[in-house]
């Protein structure tokens, strides 16, 4: 294993405690976080439900009820059984006196300085450059359409919000660390469960209304054109549920951490 100093973990045995000035300012700040269970569950809850809800309903109409149902458990299965093998793997981390703070620092620790450079950092590197750039695009998109309810003349362009939106974005990623989004986070989530109640309840009143349109849910488009909508469809099933956050919103918890699983 790596050296703390090198890794980023913080070594909390009785005879070995490492100083402060070994870690870079993102750990230390991280280290002051005074997070609960409940906050960890509001960030966890929202790096996985709300980018969902704008994507999730597309790739399901291109699987089908079958097919869409049986990609929505297996994904929930699979990052289930992963989630809980990092919690493991944290927890036993940190009964050895090295609590570790970010997924590098974890990977780092575990593969080696170099097999952590090669294989974890480019994946992780992909996932959260498409997960901010498609944050801009999907923020910039819905305010433009809060835009054009109350003005349907509106001349504003659709780059204008995406730059709006990124700015928002560009100051909120000057946050240093989870814990300094609890309460974003915690409006996010009320706001993701508010959608959902929305979308559910306008579905459902819609399809026992007798004024609604006849339901046809086959598939539309050429042979091709469904196959590579499917394949699209399960990549942003993966992509949702792919999540490798979860040292960084358990690092926000108040040490000492009883139960990793928790």
């Not at 269970?37 to 969902?52: D, E, Q």
């Not at 994904?75 to 289930?80: E, K, Q």
């Not at 003005?151 to 780059?159: F, I, T, W």
Request: hydrophobic content about 50%; overall charge neutral; some cysteine.
């Amino acid at each position: 294993m790596g050296s703390d100093a090198e890794s980023g973990g913080l070594r909390n045995g009785k005879n070995d405690i490492q100083s402060k000035d070994h870690l870079d300012a993102g750990a230390v700040f991280v280290l002051e976080s005074k997070g609960n269970w409940l906050h960890a569950g509001y960030h966890l809850t929202t790096s996985i439900v709300a980018p969902a809800l704008l994507s999730l309903p597309f790739a399901f109409a291109a699987l089908g009820w079958v097919a869409g149902v049986l990609c929505l458990i297996v994904g929930a299965v699979v990052t289930f059984y992963s989630y809980n093998l990092i919690s493991i793997v944290l927890e036993r981390l940190e009964l050895e006196g090295n609590r570790h703070l970010r997924l590098r620092d974890m990977t780092r620790d575990i593969l080696g300085p170099k097999w952590a450079l090669l294989t974890v950092a480019p994946m992780q590197f992909a996932v959260c450059l498409g997960a901010v750039v498609f944050s801009i695009l999907a923020g910039g998109q819905s305010l433009k359409f809060i835009y054009l309810i109350y003005h349907p003349n509106g001349v504003m362009k659709l780059y204008e919000f995406i730059i709006i939106f990124g700015i928002v974005m560009l100051f909120l990623s000057q946050l240093p660390s989870f814990h300094s989004l609890r309460h974003i986070n915690l409006l996010s989530l009320i706001l993701c469960l508010v959608y959902s109640l929305c979308a559910v309840g306008g579905s459902i009143y819609a399809g026992h209304s007798k004024l609604s349109e006849e339901k046809d849910y086959s598939f539309t488009g050429s042979t091709s054109s469904r196959v590579l909508g499917a394949f699209n469809s399960v990549a942003i099933i993966a992509a949702t549920y792919g999540n490798a956050i979860i040292p960084e919103i358990q690092a926000t918890l108040a040490p000492p951490v009883s139960n990793y699983n928790k």
